[in-house]
């Protein structure tokens, strides 16, 4: 069994904590459900946010989510110049470490919301 990663982002209307933990979970719903993965497969996760974004951290949505064991870290994302591509205002990045026998090339990445224009980067 291997431990791979699968990336996800989504983004909130309004820093709220309400915000951030409805769209946390929405989000790690779907990268579970798109790749058939179990609670219990997760050995890790990451998040971060961009800076606009300070309410709530988003491993209060996976514990609410009962990700009890799951060790998280949560962090803000770099900002980078103001122009340049992939500033995507609040913004909830997250990788999702699994295992699983699974082919890195069978998993699916999930961009809901407004940072579905970051799956069109190379």
Avoid: K
């Avoid at 909130?12 to 790690?28: G, K, M, Y």
């Avoid at 699994?98 to 082919?103: C, F, G, I, L, P």
């Amino acid at each position: 069994m291997a431990v791979r990663g699968i990336r996800g982002a989504t983004t909130v209307e309004e820093d709220s904590p309400q915000a951030i933990v409805e769209a946390t979970q929405e989000l790690l719903g779907a990268l579970l459900d798109e790749n058939g993965i179990v609670r219990s497969d997760v050995a890790a996760a990451w998040f971060t946010t961009t800076r606009d974004l300070t309410a709530e951290f988003p491993a209060v949505a996976a514990r609410r989510m009962g990700w009890a064991e799951v060790p998280m870290l949560c962090g803000h994302e770099m900002e980078l110049a103001a122009g340049q591509d992939g500033n995507v205002p609040r913004c909830i990045r997250v990788l999702v470490l699994v295992n699983t026998e699974r082919a890195a090339s069978e998993l699916r990445f999930i961009y809901l919301r407004g940072a579905s224009r970051l799956r069109s980067r190379p």
